[in-house]
Structures are given as structure tokens and as C-alpha cells.
């Protein structure tokens, strides 16, 4: 999930996300519910566009894919913080990342908020 490090999104608003807040045509992402309530509208780039679309795929072959959390958990209910928490945790240890913190992934996000790093400007 290192698309989390190209938007700068926070570990509990993806949690939160759902399939209606995506529009991958535009290339964007609606946060409903951000630090302190406030919502914003934040861009992607072709590789986060691509991560999404290859996951959607894939989720319509779940059992739960009629939930409305866009992120599944293994037991068919949405994801919960804490498992991808540890999800995150754990392949930052198989990369040989010490002292890992999914907050991280914040900062190195662009600040400029456009183009998406993952975008490619010609």
C-alpha cells in the first residue's frame, strides 16, 4: 500500500473509504472524514489509479465484494486500522525497514499536492 505515501492519506481514511469515493476517471479520491471532520478531495496518479483498478478487479471474486467498505478484511467485513497496521508493519520488516510507523508515510508524501508523484507531467 504505498500508494498511501504518493497521496498522503491518513491510516484511518482509507480504512474508511468506500467504492463511491473513488472516481478513477478524474483520477480522484473523496475523504468524507478527515483529522477534525473535514472532508477534502485529494488526486492520484496513474500508478495509484492502476493499484486501485487491479484491486477492484480482484475484489469483485470476494465473497463480501457487496460490502460498502472498499477495503475488505478477511472475515468479509471492512478493514479494520489495526490489521492494516500490521500489514504494513510486517512488510516493512521483509524490506528491512527498522522502526516503521505507517504515519510515516504522510511525510513523504508531496507537499505540493500536484501532480501526484506518481504522475507523469510531459
Given amino acids: 500500500m504505498d500508494q498511501?505515501?504518493?497521496i498522503g492519506i491518513r491510516l484511518n481514511e482509507v480504512i474508511a473509504l468506500t467504492a463511491g469515493d473513488l472516481d478513477l476517471d478524474a483520477g480522484l479520491v473523496t475523504i468524507r472524514h478527515g483529522?477534525?471532520?473535514r472532508g477534502r478531495v485529494i488526486p492520484i496518479g496513474?500508478?495509484?489509479?492502476a493499484a486501485?483498478?487491479?484491486y477492484l478487479a480482484d475484489r469483485k471474486a470476494q465473497r463480501h465484494a457487496d460490502r460498502p467498505?472498499?477495503?475488505l478484511g478477511e472475515r468479509g467485513r471492512g478493514l479494520a486500522a489495526?490489521?492494516?497496521?500490521?500489514?504494513l508493519r510486517r512488510r516493512?520488516?521483509?524490506a528491512g525497514i527498522d522502526g516503521f510507523r505507517p504515519h510515516r508515510l504522510r511525510h513523504?508524501?508531496?507537499t505540493a499536492g500536484w501532480p501526484p508523484a506518481d504522475s507523469n507531467p510531459a
Fill in 52 to 54: 486501485i483498478c487491479s
Fill in 35 to 37: 483529522k477534525g471532520g
Fill in 4 to 6: 498511501r505515501s504518493q
Fill in 82 to 87: 489495526d490489521a492494516l497496521y500490521r500489514s
Fill in 46 to 49: 496513474p500508478a495509484t489509479d
Fill in 69 to 71: 467498505e472498499l477495503w
Fill in 108 to 110: 513523504t508524501a508531496p
Fill in 92 to 94: 516493512a520488516e521483509r
